[in-house]
C-alpha cells in the first residue's frame, strides 16, 4: 500500500481529536448542542494549526447524514462524513481564494448559494485564505454574508486576519487559532508513533515539536522525513544528520551577535534565520519572543513562572540576559515592532529588516535621557539599583569622563564580558551635579525631557560630538 503522510492519516475526524485550541472546540460543541450555530465562521492563525480540520470536522457535524440535526459527534462512515473528508463533498463547498480571487468567482458562489443542498441539511462554503479575494470579491461576498438564505454556512480561513476587511470580519463569529505549544504538538507525536508501532528517543520528540514552531502540520512533516530516513528507530544521531539548527538555536546566535555589537556578523545571523524559509513576520515575531523572555529573565529572574525555558536553552538564556540590561531590551523589542508594522505594507521589508538588525547591533550605545541625567547627578540609584552589568552605564563612561576629567580610558571596542565595576563610576560622577539639577529645572531642559522620556538617545555620537567641538 501507498505511504500515507502523517498529516494526512491523522488528520483530526472529530471535535475531540483536535490538538490543542480547547477554547474553540468548546465553543463550536456549545453552538451545536445549544442549536445557535452562527451562519458564517472566520478561523484565523498561522498554517498548520488546525484550520481547515477544523472547518471539514465542523461540516461533518453539520450535515451528517446518520443524524436529523447538526450533532458534536458526527458518524464519520455515512458518505457526506467520508466526502467531507477527502475535501470532495458536493455540498461542502471547498474553494481556495489564493486562486479564485475575481469578482465573478464570488458571484458565481454567490448565484450558487439559492440552490439547496443535494442531500445534506445545509450548503456549506469553505472559504481558504479568504484574505486573497480581491476588494470586489469581497463586496460581492459581503452580500451573501449579510442575509444568506437559511440553508447556507461560511466558514472562511485565513492566515492574516489583518487583510481581512473588517466588514467581513463583523459579519461572522471570529475564532482565533492559536500556534500550538511544543508540549501539545509533542504529545501528538507520541501518540502517532505510538500508533506505527515506531520507537523513538525522548529528545528526538521534543526537538521536532519546538522545530515545528506550533504547526502540528510542520512537525508530521518532519517526522516523515525522520521515518523514511531512520526507519523503525529514531534516535538522536540521526536528528543531528537532516535537522537543520532549530529556529531558537539561530535566534540565540544572532542576539549573540547583537550583544557583542558586532553588526557584521549580527547581518549575517539574520540572513541564516532567514534562509530557513521564515517569512520576515514570522521572524520579528520569534525575536520579539525571545528578547521578551531575556527581559523577563532579567527582570523577574530566571525561575519566575513568567518564562517557560527549555532545558535545552536555559543556560544560555540565562546567560545572555545578563548582557543586556531592561531598558535596552525594552528598546530592541519596540524596534523590532516597528519594524514588523513596516514591512507589512513595505515592498522592501528585507532591507528594512537589515536595516533594524544593524541599529539593534548598535543599541548598547543608546541610553535613556533620565537615566542619564540621573548618572550626571551621581544617583545611578535613581534607576539603575543593583544593576551591576549594565551595557548602558558602559556607554555612559565617554560623556562621564569629560565632567569629571578623570579619563576611564576604556577602549571603545571592549564590549564583551559584562562590566562589573559600577561602583568607581559611581564615585566619579558627582563633581558637577549641582549644575545638573539647575539644568534640570531650567523650563526649557524640562520641556526637552518631557518629549524625549523614555526615548533612547545615541550617547556615543553625542560623546563624539562633545570631543570635537
Ligand atoms: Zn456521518
Known amino acids: 500500500m501507498a505511504y500515507t503522510v502523517l498529516a494526512r492519516k491523522y488528520r483530526s475526524n472529530t471535535l475531540d481529536e483536535i490538538v490543542g485550541q480547547s477554547a474553540i472546540v468548546t465553543t463550536l460543541r456549545n453552538a451545536i448542542t445549544s442549536k445557535r450555530l452562527h451562519h458564517g465562521y472566520l478561523f484565523s492563525g498561522t498554517r498548520g494549526v488546525g484550520k481547515t480540520s477544523t472547518a471539514r470536522i465542523l461540516a461533518k457535524s453539520l450535515n451528517c447524514l446518520k443524524f436529523d ?42 448565484d450558487n ?19 486573497m479575494l480581491s476588494t470586489q470579491a469581497f463586496n460581492a461576498l459581503l452580500k451573501t454574508l449579510e442575509e444568506p438564505p437559511a440553508h447556507v454556512k461560511f466558514i472562511l480561513a ?10 467581513i470580519q463583523s459579519r461572522v463569529q471570529r475564532f482565533e487559532f492559536q500556534p500550538l505549544s511544543p508540549q501539545e504538538i509533542q504529545q501528538q507525536l507520541r501518540h502517532i508513533l505510538q500508533q506505527e508501532k515506531i520507537a523513538a528517543d525522548e529528545p528526538v520528540l521534543k526537538r521536532v515539536s519546538r522545530l515545528a514552531t506550533g504547526s502540528m502540520r510542520d512537525a508530521l512533516s518532519l517526522l516523515d522525513q525522520l521515518i523514511s530516513i531512520g526507519g523503525g528507530r529514531l534516535e538522536g544521531a540521526l536528528l543531528e544528520e537532516i535537522l537543520p539548527t532549530t529556529h531558537d538555536e539561530q ?11 558586532d553588526a557584521a556578523a549580527s547581518l549575517l545571523a539574520l540572513d541564516r534565520c532567514l534562509s530557513t524559509g521564515r517569512t520576515l513576520e514570522r521572524f520579528c ?50 524596534v ?7 514591512i507589512r505594507t513595505s515592498s522592501i521589508g528585507r532591507a528594512l529588516a537589515d536595516a533594524t538588525i544593524y541599529r539593534l ?8 535621557l533620565t537615566e542619564l541625567l540621573h548618572r550626571l547627578e551621581g544617583d545611578p540609584g535613581g534607576t ?34 559584562p562590566v562589573k565595576n559600577a561602583e568607581s563610576r559611581r564615585v566619579a560622577a558627582p563633581p558637577n551635579s549641582q549644575d545638573v539639577t539647575a539644568a534640570r529645572n531650567d523650563p526649557l531642559v524640562r520641556e526637552a525631557l518631557a518629549k524625549f522620556e523614555g526615548q533612547l538617545i545615541n550617547v556615543q555620537r553625542r560623546a563624539a560630538d562633545q570631543a570635537e567641538s
Open 113 to 131: 448559494t439559492q440552490f439547496h443542498p443535494a442531500r445534506s441539511r445545509f450548503r456549506v462554503y469553505i472559504i481558504d485564505e479568504v484574505h
Open 285 to 334: 515575531e520569534n525575536l520579539v519572543d525571545y528578547l521578551r523572555t531575556l527581559m523577563l529573565v532579567n527582570v523577574c529572574g530566571v525561575d519566575s513562572e513568567l518564562v517557560d525555558i527549555p532545558d535545552v536553552i536555559r543556560p544560555q538564556i540565562e546567560q545572555q540576559a545578563t548582557r543586556f540590561d531592561a531598558a535596552t531590551l525594552v528598546y530592541m523589542i519596540s
Open 384 to 417: 539603575a539599583k543593583k544593576k551591576e552589568v549594565n551595557q548602558a552605564e558602559k556607554s555612559i563612561s565617554p560623556i562621564a569622563a569629560p565632567v569629571t576629567t578623570q579619563s576611564t580610558d576604556r577602549p571603545s571596542g571592549s564590549r564583551a564580558g
Open 158 to 167: 485565513t492566515t492574516e486576519l489583518h487583510k481581512v476587511p473588517a466588514t
Open 336 to 342: 523590532l515592532e516597528e519594524l514588523r508594522r513596516q
Open 361 to 368: 547591533s548598535q543599541a548598547e550605545n543608546f541610553s535613556s
Open 69 to 110: 440535526a447538526p450533532v458534536i459527534n458526527p458518524c464519520c462512515t455515512c458518505e457526506s462524513c467520508r466526502l467531507i473528508a477527502e475535501g470532495s463533498d458536493i455540498d461542502v463547498i471547498e474553494i481556495d481564494a489564493a486562486s479564485n480571487t475575481g469578482v465573478d468567482d464570488v458571484r458565481i458562489l454567490r
Open 251 to 261: 535566534l540565540a546566535q544572532l542576539v549573540e551577535r547583537l550583544a557583542s555589537g
